[in-house]
């Protein structure tokens, strides 16, 4: 079996497959990747089929050798890509033979990226899939970030024709879109007037669960306490330090904070790839535009794949 070694870890190293669903109930939030276009353009880019496994970084990739021939592509954001020494563009997939090693450097202008390799990393399901759940030591590689010495089970694949994208793929820019709720009543409106047109940025204390966002305090009409309930992936809570706080992949399945809006499923990637300290502004859309953006960008990452060719 092809193994792969991690030579260096970089930060926030594990292993990543779709999100598990169904689990709510018992408390098992979805997990899964961060940017779900990058993970699947990267999975595509080897030959990988939906559920397969793949790693999923922060800011810096490490190094990595492998035991038997396969091919790896590398997205995310802009970064150093070498095999042993020569510069590899991201976005494309390359060969990757026993002996040599894979490094990935610092990223810029994105926080999450993502390695795949032909085959998969074969770590079993659990729960149907094969996502590790960082913040409940569950799934992927022993339940937790990877270090440096570890090796992991690759599945079997061949060396195939270097693929790319034909079709290039961007991260949008403009205002994070949101809808308000699920709990817009508790909040007057000076608080939504500092939401709207106030900027807010990513502040350094972000991590799968939640990012905290620097910017004005928002203060709800009678306390910030309410009965738990649901926390959807995207949600604004707000506790009572009045701190912005949007939760994402591997948030709490209920929370007791009232929640002023929810960063659109078609935004939220996006915002999870902002630098901290980056400015920006939130824009209220409707629940209708919400569901088309999400529709329209699931349209894009298709055709984003379908791009991908062999270079002539």
Known sequence: MNRLEVVKAGLMVSVQARPRTGYLAAGVSPSGPMNEAA???????????????????????????????????????????TINGRAMPLWESHALRP????????????????????????????????ATHVRNAMGGFEGRVLT?????????????????????FHYPQGP??????????????????????????????????ASLLDGPLLRAIGGHDIISDATPAGSIQVPGS??????????????GYPKIATVISADLPRLAQMPAGKPFHFVRISQDEAEDRLLAERERIETAIRSIATPV
């Open 39 to 81: 993970f699947r353009i990267a999975q595509a880019l080897v030959g990988n089929e939906d559920g397969a496994a793949a790693l999923e970084f922060a800011q810096f990739g490490g190094s990595y050798r492998v035991s038997a021939p396969c091919m790896v592509a590398v997205t995310g954001g802009a970064c150093r890509v």
């Open 99 to 130: 002996g040599e090693t894979l490094e990935i450097g610092p990223m810029r202008g994105a926080v999450w990226g993502y390695i795949a390799f032909s085959g998969g990393i074969a770590v079993p399901e659990l729960l149907g899939s094969r």
């Open 148 to 168: 440096e010495g570890d090796l992991l089970p690759l599945g079997e694949s061949a060396l195939a024709p270097p693929q790319r994208l034909t079709e290039i």
């Open 176 to 209: 994070i879109r949101i809808v308000a709720g699920p709990q817009d009543d508790r909040f007057d409106s000076r608080a939504w007037t500092l939401l709207l047109t106030e900027p807010f940025s990513v502040s350094s204390r972000r991590d799968r669960m």
């Open 242 to 255: 009045g701190i912005a706080t949007v939760l994402t992949a591997e948030r709490q399945t209920t929370g």
